[in-house]
C-alpha cells in the first residue's frame, strides 16, 4: 500500500498508514451505522463574556458512543468522516441538531443567545450549503443570528472562487461566520480581512503558554488588536487559569472559552450550569459594581 504524495510522487507504506486505513474500515462503518441509528450527540461549551461573565454563546461538539468500541474522540472520527465521505452528512447532522436545541433551550427559558458549529473543508465546496442552513433557519423558526458556523484555516486555503461564494454566501445569510483555531495554520493576516468573518477564535495552543512564552503574547496581543479593528469578536480557546484570565482581560479579549469556565457538557447539564450561579472573576465585579 502506497500513499500518493504530493506532486505524484510515492513512498513506502508505514505502519501507521496500515492503521489508518484500517481506522478508515473499521470505524468507517461503525460511523455510517451510528450516524443512522442517530447515536451521535452534540455536546455544549460555555463561551463567557470577558467582561460581565455573560454567555455569549455555546460550542456545539460532536460526541460518539459506539456500543462496543465505547467513546471515539472527535479528533480521530471526525479524519475518518472526512477520508470517508460522511463529513457533509456529519455536518448536516449537526447543524439541525443545534437548530433542535437552540428551539428547544428557549421553549425551556435557557437563554443561549447563540450556537457555534464546526463545519469541515469539504463541506464548503458545496453550493448548497448556504441553502440548507437558510431552509433549516427556516424551519426551525430561528433567527439568523442565532447560529454560527466554524471554518479552519485550511478552508482558506481552498481559495477557489466555489468555496469563496459559498463563505459570502452564508455571511449574507447574517449567519456568523468564525475562524476556529487561529494561528496554526498557513493563512496570513491579510487573507483574514479578505473573508467575511464575524468572529476570530484564537488556538489554545498559544493560551497554553501565554504566561511563559513572549511569543505567544506577541501573537495573541497582535490578534486581538487586528480583530478588534476589523469589528470582529476575538474568543480564547482552552481557557484553564485564573492568570490567563486577567492576563487575556488586561488584552481587551471580548470572550473566553475553556475549563476555568466550564467544560463541553450535554445538553442537560448545561441547564444545570446556566441555573447556578456563575463564576465571577475579580475584573468581573469591577465591571457589575459600575453597572449598579
Ligand atoms: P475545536 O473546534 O477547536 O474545539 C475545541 C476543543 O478544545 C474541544 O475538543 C474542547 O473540548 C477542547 N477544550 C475546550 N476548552 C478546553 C480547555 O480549557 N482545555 C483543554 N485541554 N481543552 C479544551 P473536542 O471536543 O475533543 O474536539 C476536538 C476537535 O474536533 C474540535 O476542535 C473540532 O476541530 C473537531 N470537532 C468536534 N466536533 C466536530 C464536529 O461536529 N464537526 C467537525 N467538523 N469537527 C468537530
Ligand atoms: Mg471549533
Ligand atoms: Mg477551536
Ligand atoms: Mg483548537
Given at each position: 500500500?502506497?500513499k500518493?504524495?504530493?506532486?505524484?510522487?510515492?513512498?513506502?507504506?508505514?505502519?501507521?498508514?496500515?492503521a489508518?486505513?484500517?481506522d478508515?474500515l473499521v470505524?468507517?462503518?461503525?460511523?455510517?451505522?451510528?450516524l443512522?441509528?442517530?447515536?451521535?450527540?452534540?455536546?455544549?461549551?460555555?463561551?463567557?463574556?470577558?467582561?460581565?461573565?455573560?454567555?455569549?454563546g455555546?460550542?456545539?461538539?460532536?460526541?460518539?458512543?459506539?456500543?462496543?468500541?465505547?467513546?471515539?474522540?472527535?479528533?480521530?472520527?471526525?479524519a475518518?468522516?472526512?477520508?470517508?465521505?460522511?463529513?457533509e452528512?456529519?455536518?448536516?447532522w449537526?447543524?439541525e441538531?443545534?437548530?433542535?436545541?437552540?428551539?428547544?433551550?428557549?421553549?425551556d427559558?435557557?437563554?443561549?443567545?447563540?450556537?457555534?458549529?464546526?463545519?469541515?473543508?469539504?463541506?464548503?465546496?458545496?453550493?448548497?450549503?448556504p441553502?440548507?442552513?437558510?431552509?433549516?433557519l427556516?424551519?426551525?423558526?430561528?433567527?439568523p443570528?442565532?447560529l454560527?458556523?466554524?471554518?479552519?484555516e485550511?478552508?482558506?486555503m481552498?481559495?477557489?472562487?466555489?468555496?469563496?461564494?459559498?463563505?459570502h454566501?452564508i455571511?449574507a445569510?447574517?449567519?456568523?461566520?468564525?475562524?476556529?483555531?487561529?494561528?496554526t495554520?498557513?493563512?496570513?493576516?491579510?487573507?483574514?480581512?479578505?473573508?467575511?468573518?464575524?468572529?476570530?477564535?484564537i488556538?489554545?495552543?498559544f493560551?497554553?503558554?501565554?504566561?511563559?512564552?513572549?511569543?505567544?503574547?506577541?501573537?495573541?496581543?497582535?490578534v486581538?488588536?487586528?480583530?478588534?479593528?476589523?469589528?470582529?469578536?476575538?474568543?480564547?480557546?482552552g481557557?484553564?487559569?485564573e492568570?490567563?484570565?486577567?492576563?487575556?482581560?488586561?488584552?481587551?479579549?471580548d470572550v473566553?472559552?475553556?475549563?476555568?469556565?466550564?467544560?463541553?457538557?450535554?445538553?442537560?447539564?448545561?441547564?444545570?450550569?446556566?441555573?447556578?450561579?456563575?463564576k465571577?472573576?475579580?475584573a468581573?465585579?469591577?465591571?457589575?459594581?459600575q453597572?449598579?
Amino acid at each position: 500500500l502506497a500513499k500518493k504524495e504530493a506532486c505524484g510522487t510515492f513512498r513506502v507504506a508505514t505502519p501507521d498508514d496500515h492503521a489508518a486505513a484500517q481506522d478508515r474500515l473499521v470505524l468507517g462503518s461503525a460511523l455510517r451505522e451510528s450516524l443512522a441509528k442517530g447515536l451521535l450527540n452534540l455536546h455544549y461549551q460555555p463561551q463567557v463574556e470577558a467582561k460581565t461573565g455573560a454567555l455569549y454563546g455555546v460550542e456545539a461538539l460532536s460526541r460518539w458512543h459506539h456500543p462496543h468500541l465505547g467513546n471515539i474522540f472527535p479528533s480521530r472520527f471526525i479524519a475518518v468522516a472526512e477520508d470517508t465521505g460522511q463529513i457533509e452528512a456529519i455536518g448536516a447532522w449537526c447543524l439541525e441538531e443545534a437548530c433542535r436545541q437552540i428551539v428547544k433551550w428557549d421553549r425551556d427559558g435557557i437563554v443561549v443567545p447563540a450556537v457555534s458549529v464546526n463545519l469541515s473543508a469539504g463541506h464548503f465546496r458545496k453550493r448548497q450549503l448556504p441553502e440548507m442552513i437558510s431552509n433549516l433557519l427556516t424551519q426551525f423558526g430561528i433567527a439568523p443570528t442565532r447560529l454560527t458556523v466554524e471554518i479552519t484555516e485550511s478552508v482558506m486555503m481552498d481559495e477557489i472562487k466555489d468555496t469563496m461564494d459559498v463563505l459570502h454566501a452564508i455571511r449574507a445569510l447574517n449567519v456568523g461566520l468564525s475562524m476556529d483555531d487561529f494561528g496554526t495554520g498557513y493563512s496570513s493576516l491579510s487573507r483574514l480581512t479578505r473573508l467575511p468573518l464575524t468572529e476570530i477564535k484564537i488556538d489554545r495552543s498559544f493560551i497554553m503558554n501565554l504566561e511563559h512564552d513572549a511569543n505567544a503574547q506577541a501573537v495573541t496581543t497582535a490578534v486581538i488588536g487586528i480583530g478588534n479593528r476589523l469589528g470582529m469578536t476575538v474568543i480564547t480557546e482552552g481557557v484553564e487559569t485564573e492568570a490567563q484570565y486577567e492576563l487575556l482581560e488586561s488584552l481587551h479579549c471580548d470572550v473566553m472559552q475553556g475549563y476555568l469556565f466550564a467544560k463541553p457538557m450535554a445538553p442537560k447539564d448545561l441547564e444545570t450550569w446556566y441555573r447556578q450561579p456563575r463564576k465571577i472573576m475579580p475584573a468581573m465585579q469591577k465591571a457589575q459594581a459600575q453597572k449598579q
